[in-house]
């Protein structure tokens, strides 16, 4: 029997994905290719790979006992036939899609973008906000690359330590807070806004406000970084960040920078990618290259914003 070996980066799609539409996005083919490549598949192996339950799609045992292998002969097999290839940047023609955090994307996302276009013109980067939670979106292939604040707990994820940031807080010019020092006791009684996507209206600044014997007065949840520090920028209320990811953002709002009257431990800024990238050249490029972009926002000028 005469197999075509294109299948298995089919099944392994949609092994990953699974869903038909998914394994589509993710080889760049229509649904209708990949639907008939899956009835290929189904008649190769003598196994119904995926079946319907409700509005998705289940993987067999069968399936399931297989997709390891399935996924290792892939790897395997993409190694073996790109490992002499150089990679043409000008004729790259590749979607890569970067999750960051809000305030990250804010300070260098045009800096990326432009960065990626200047040597590979013909790719395309999609920019999406990290999420509130852990997602399995790295392993699924869905994200490329993706920052987080500290490295991940699954051995298959591989990180990278870009920089430390320290924690500032950020308030509007003429503000009162402004005018003397800043005391633990003039900090607590100030109105706050935290940045939750959830609306928390406490985060672990007030623990360490709580631990000092004063509690934090939090006046609203802001659902960004931006969102944020314009309401600092057009009230009273004061806003406790990152200074190095938030530099550009406090510069062009014309907002303050103080110093906290107690300490917080640094804030480190990670980027993830799965091990299936680790023999990608053209994955290993944007890394690179993001890389280098996020460091420059830990190069920072002298602190003569305050």
């Known amino acids: 029997m005469q197999l075509d070996l294109n299948l298995l980066t089919a099944l392994d799609a949609l092994l990953e994905e699974g869903s038909v539409a998914g394994a589509a996005d993710r080889l760049h083919v229509t649904a209708p290719a990949m639907s008939r490549s899956l009835g290929r598949i189904r008649k190769a192996t003598g196994d119904q790979i995926l079946v319907r339950t409700g509005r998705h ?72 906000v990290e999420p509130g939670h852990d997602s399995p979106e790295l392993r699924r292939g869905e994200v490329d690359v993706a920052s987080s604040a500290g490295p991940p707990p699954q051995p298959d994820i591989r ?20 005018e003397g020092p800043v005391t633990v006791e003039r900090y607590a009684a100030a109105e706050h806004v935290t940045v939750s996507r959830r609306g928390a209206l406490h985060d672990r600044v007030d623990e360490v406000v709580a631990a000092l014997g004063h509690e934090r007065r939090v006046v609203v ?86």
């Open 221 to 306: 949840a802001a659902p960004a970084t931006d969102t944020a520090l314009q309401l600092a920028r057009d009230t009273d209320v004061v806003v406790t960040l990152p200074e190095a990811v938030t530099r550009s953002a406090r510069e062009q709002l014309g907002l303050t920078m103080v110093p906290l009257p107690f300490e917080l431990p640094p804030v480190p800024l990670y980027l993830l990618w799965h091990q299936r990238y680790d023999d990608d050249p053209a994955h290993t490029w944007l890394l690179n290259l993001a890389t280098r972009t996020l460091q420059d926002l830990f190069a920072t000028p002298d602190d003569s914003d305050q």
């Open 159 to 178: 990180h990278r330590l870009i920089g430390q940031d320290r924690i500032i807080l950020a308030l509007r010019a003429g503000h009162p807070l402004t």
């Open 57 to 128: 799609m289940t993987p067999t045992p069968r399936a399931l006992a297989m997709r390891t292998e399935v996924h290792v002969l892939v790897q395997q097999a993409h190694r073996l036939l790109s490992s002499r290839a150089d990679l043409d940047l000008a004729g790259l023609e590749r979607v890569f899609t970067v999750r960051l955090h809000d305030a990250v994307t804010t300070a260098c996302g045009t800096a990326l973008v432009a960065a990626v276009h200047r040597q590979a013109p013909k790719v395309k980067i999609r920019l999406t």
